[in-house]
């Protein structure tokens, strides 16, 4: 068998093995791993260095399925070159309810997917982070630990995707160098031909974000070798633009929409085994094609191994540093830092804005973990995200620790993930909560990852005054607060933010938000305590045992809900405080805590500069609700508070009202 024969069996298994899987799931896109398969074929079997037995080797080069709905190619990729986790079995049973090979790939599931594709651009974004984290690794740590690529695979629609912009030009500034996407350029799209929908010179588009771009026969394997190699050389990201067939042997069906979403058929698919001189059954491999493809599985484990003993003679303080950081422990010191700074703010009781209470946590952080790298969405000065330790990084220059990602909220937030998802490093960002709605899809993938990365999210409320309804948050935290398994915080005061920060790193597989005030606060807690208060998720912060009233409030309105305590328990009405800085950290306490910390005031009162959703868990349908009941308005923040009916007075006569 020649080498182009050879290529060609090895490619053809898995255009059968995506065919054959999404035919018997009645349910699929076989279309583009039918046209990728050559380019997959050479890139897995000659350039990608990975071992399936050490799917979590820092050092091997990452690929992402940025076209997510083609998930039969990663699945049939990790099943020939022998990853455990995807037997015959599971690609069987792709599509079904419990199985490995879920309708778009999923981290988590099984090794060798580096991250949750299906929203198109989010992989190509994401990529991006890891290629950020390489470079800044490899500066670090140096070549002997961190030297890789960042492969993509992207199709149109995530090239025509808003993100994908957002992406590439980060990525061009940053000299993304070690970054290659592969463009899987078909001209097909679900609606038909691209060309009733773009006409974008995609070549024109990446240069001018300053990328290398190349174009080949994306079914001739030595030209995409030659095009593979002249990347990896590049002082720049490069493109390859890969041009193919999709539903590449169909005889009927190939280079058609019909076969981008939809089985082939029965029919379609015994033409196809003999256009392509397939004889085996449906999930059959020829042995001699099998053996070939775990061959190739095993051609880095040389290399997996020449790292591994670099490592072990690497100085014993570096290679422990490099061991827990992708291990994703915290550095011990952390605790006591913190313990130590809520000493000295029990004792200075400040009253700064939370988004500067923020800042002098980190200060704190980021003196004690090496990992954590910073950014903003060109509001630095406003997230006040930038501390002592972390120096800004330049495309020419990784040694900081801070990210300048311009005014890119979706591609930064995306990016994060790539740094997490990367590992080695803990990524924290910054940008007006208002605008969590530009980074949102890319927050809801970290949710359903289970990822760490963190959202400073500044400008929180009404509280940042005079922009006006268009940069005032008003439903962001509900909408927020209904992702699954996001942690969204909002601080009260200083030793609340920090205990928050510390919260936020811990959860190693919960992404965090940390909604931060403009406006300067008073401190609420101001005796020390060694426990994290907040991590109960809400808790008293003024008690009483036989209240009348209970005052819930987060953020900024814990202050208005006690000075209306105040008002009350001075006027002989039993009134009980409880600060709500996390509410999915208060729904994981047990109930009776929960219960507890409810209680049985016949009055209920809760207080957010937001809309009421959500707040019925702890008031009731019943309960009274101080807060914005629409859009806000532009004027100086205390004016604004006395116009919505958010004060102390306006809490005072309420409770009074619903007791008379």
């Known amino acids: 068998m020649n080498s182009r024969e050879k290529h060609d069996r090895m490619a053809n298994a898995i255009r059968f093995l995506s065919m054959d899987a999404v035919e018997k799931a009645n349910s699929g896109h076989p279309g583009l791993p039918m046209g990728a398969a050559d380019v997959a074929t050479v890139l897995f079997t000659k350039y990608l260095n990975f071992d399936p037995k050490a799917p979590h080797w820092p050092n091997r080069d990452r690929f992402v399925l940025s076209a997510g709905h083609g998930s039969m190619l990663i699945y049939s990729l990790l099943y020939l070159t022998g990853y455990e986790d995807i037997t015959i079995d599971e690609i069987k049973n792709f599509r079904q309810l419990g199985s490995k090979t879920a309708g778009h790939p999923e981290y988590g599931h099984a090794a060798g997917i580096e991250t949750t594709t299906g929203p198109l651009g989010q992989g190509i974004a994401t990529a991006v982070g890891m290629a950020i984290a390489e470079k800044k690794l490899n500066d670090e740590f140096g070549g002997d630990l961190i030297d890789h690529y960042t492969y993509v695979l992207a199709g149109d629609g995530c090239l025509m995707e808003g993100i994908s912009q957002e992406a590439i030009s980060l990525a061009g500034h940053l000299k993304l160098n070690k970054l290659i996407v592969f463009w899987d350029d078909n001209n097909i799209s679900i609606d038909g031909p691209i060309s009733i929908a773009d006409s974008t010179d995609q070549h024109a588009r990446f240069k001018a974000s300053g990328w290398n771009t ?30 193919t067939v999709i539903g590449f042997g169909a005889p009927n069906k190939a280079g058609t929409h019909k076969v981008h979403g939809s089985p082939l058929g ?313 600060s709500v800085p996390c509410f999915e950290l208060f729904e994981d306490q047990p109930e009776d805590y929960k219960r507890a910390v409810i209680g049985d005031a016949p009055v209920k009162i809760a207080v957010e500069a937001a809309i009421r959703q959500g707040w019925d868990a702890f008031i009731g349908s019943d309960g009274i609700f101080i807060g914005m009941h629409g859009f806000g308005a532009s004027g100086p923040y205390k004016e604004l508070y006395k116009h919505f009916g958010i004060t102390p007075e306006a809490v005072v006569s309420a409770a009074e009202a619903k007791l008379s």
Request: net charge neutral; glycine share 8%.
């Open 214 to 243: 190349i174009a080949v026969d994306g079914h001739d394997p030595d030209a995409i070798s030659a095009a593979i190699e002249t990347a990896q050389k590049s002082d720049k990201p490069t493109m390859i633009a890969c041009k």
């Open 266 to 578: 029965a029919e379609e698919i015994a033409a196809t085994r003999k256009a392509l001189n397939w004889e085996s059954e449906a999930f059959v491999v020829p042995a001699d094609v099998l053996d070939a493809w775990r061959l190739s599985g095993l051609r880095a484990t040389k290399v997996h191994k020449e790292w591994q003993a670099r490592l072990e003679k690497t100085e014993a303080e570096k290679k422990a540093q490099f061991t827990r950081r992708f291990a994703g422990e915290l550095e011990s010191g952390l605790a006591p830092a913190i313990s130590a700074y809520k000493k000295k703010l029990a004792e200075t009781k400040p009253n700064p804005a939370t988004r500067k209470a923020s800042e002098d946590a980190l200060e704190v952080i980021n003196g004690v973990l090496t990992e954590t790298i910073g950014g903003s969405a060109d509001l630095t000065g406003s997230n006040n995200t930038k501390t002592s330790q972390t120096k800004s990084i330049t495309p020419t220059d990784f040694t900081g620790r801070y990210l300048h990602y311009g005014i890119r909220e979706h591609g930064m937030a995306a990016a994060m993930n790539g740094i997490a998802l990367h590992g080695g490093l803990i990524p924290y960002s910054g940008g007006f909560l208002i605008f969590s709605d530009y980074c949102r899809p890319s927050i809801r993938l970290a949710a359903l990852m289970g990822i760490r990365v963190i959202h400073v999210l500044t400008h929180d409320s009404i509280g940042l005054g005079e922009d006006g309804p268009t940069h005032q948050p008003v439903e962001q935290m509900a909408a927020l607060r209904a992702i699954p398994n996001l942690l969204m915080f909002r601080p009260a005061d200083a030793t609340e933010t920090v205990e928050c920060w510390q919260l936020a790193l811990e959860n190693k597989h919960r992404p965090s938000g940390l909604a931060l005030t403009r406006q300067n606060l008073m401190p609420i807690r101001t005796e020390f305590e060694e426990d994290n208060l907040c991590a109960k998720g809400a808790y008293e912060v003024v008690s009483n045992s036989d209240a009348k009233v209970t005052i819930f409030a987060s953020g900024s309105e814990v202050e208005i809900a006690v000075k209306a305590a105040g008002t009350l328990n001075g006027k002989g009405v039993s009134t009980r405080v409880v």
